[in-house]
T-cell receptor
Framework: DARVTQTPRHKVTEMGQEVTMRCQPILGHNTVFWYRQTMMQGLELLAYFRNRAPLDDSGMPKDRFSAEMPDATLATLKIQPSEPRDSAVYFC????????????FGPGTRLTVL | RKEVEQDPGPFNVPEGATVAFNCTYSNSASQSFFWYRQDCRKEPKLLMSVYSSGNEDGRFTAQLNRASQYISLLIRDSKLSDSATYLCVVNDDTGFQKLVFGTGTRLLVSP
């Protein structure tokens, strides 16, 4: 049963610390998305990659957030320095042309910045 | 104005009831439409795609009205297990597979 995996599942950190979240997309999926979900804003697209190349990161605060895909099996989202307003659930999702528009989501990383 | 707007609810219905959700979208060039389901503290999962001609999957019926730019989801014979948040999703025509999610409508089905 192919799934998107994310680590860590939960992260509590203090303001100013660096946070790195990792995602392993489903094998064979060539498109990877990073979302942030809060009660107020819902699901917001932060960035997405196709074939490891960044296509759109306009939803991401550039001064503190960065997203990379060092290889086809790993995507990372980094926040440095973290702020309390970054507290949210961060989801990674993957898809491919074979899945049309269906995106398969990972379980999310629940981030709390104190 | 948000690109995809939904009534947040919650909709409280008894088991066996029929319930309908609507959502509106602002981008008239959107081509693809979906309903995703999200259980409490879980990830969103695709419930069904929405086609221009309307489509049905068991107790679930989805419809699209392009002229009025709204999408609907009808759930018949509600089950306790239908309790979840239903996300209306629209494909942003500016990018392949780039989806825009509504904030969701919460459904609570009670015994």
């Amino acid at each position: 049963d192919a799934r998107v995996t994310q680590t860590p599942r939960h992260k509590v950190t203090e303001m100013g610390q660096e946070v790195t979240m990792r995602c392993q997309p489903i094998l064979g999926h060539n498109t990877v998305f990073w979302y942030r979900q809060t009660m107020m804003q819902g699901l917001e697209l932060l960035a997405y990659f196709r074939n490891r190349a960044p296509l759109d990161d306009s939803g991401m605060p550039k001064d503190r957030f960065s997203a990379e895909m060092p290889d086809a099996t790993l995507a990372t989202l980094k926040i440095q320095p973290s702020e309390p307003r970054d507290s949210a659930v961060y989801f990674c999702a993957s898809g491919s042309q074979d899945t049309y528009n269906e995106q398969f989501f990972g379980p999310g990383t629940r981030l709390t910045v104190l | 104005r948000k690109e995809v707007e939904q009534d947040p609810g919650p909709f409280n219905v008894p088991e066996g009831a029929t319930v309908a959700f609507n959502c509106t979208y602002s981008n008239s060039a959107s081509q693809s439409f979906f309903w995703y389901r999200q259980d409490c503290r879980k990830e969103p999962k695709l419930l069904m795609s929405v086609y221009s001609s309307g489509n049905e999957d068991g107790r679930f019926t989805a419809q699209l009205n392009r002229a009025s730019q709204y999408i609907s989801l009808l759930i018949r014979d509600s089950k306790l297990s239908d309790s979840a948040t239903y996300l209306c999703v629209v494909n942003d025509d500016t990018g392949f597979q780039k989806l825009v999610f509504g904030t969701g409508t919460r459904l609570l089905v009670s015994p």
